[in-house]
């Protein structure tokens, strides 16, 4: 089996931007402001959002994956988590990330992201297998 590199790197990138514009988009249109912390409300929809577009983007991207799909999926969540953590680094807001967020709910969204694109390509690999050829 072959790692798709440039697949997962893509896919990892599009499930960022995804979530970007639709959770930052949607709170600034909401008129929430994250900067003055994180509810659990708020925590939840973000978490969904991470499963979903992550799901998403794995199920959509691993159509094109010969064999391996669900590791596929897995290594876009990774990517995925790993472009968010750096951004949050790089731009010196780690300690107010994970502050605003808990630690224990910090891991947890990041950890649906990866779950996410692993069932994402899970699913995309057994819908292939039930559509008759």
Known sequence: MKIQWLRVLLGGFLIEVILAVVLVGGFALAGVDLAKGISPGIATIIGVGCFVAAFGVAFWLGRGVAAGVA???????????????????GSGQWSSAVAGYGATTFATLNGLRILGGLLGGMMSQRQRRLVPA
């Open 71 to 89: 590791l596929h999926g897995f290594l876009m969540g990774v990517v995925a988590t790993l472009l968010y953590v750096a951004l949050v680094a």
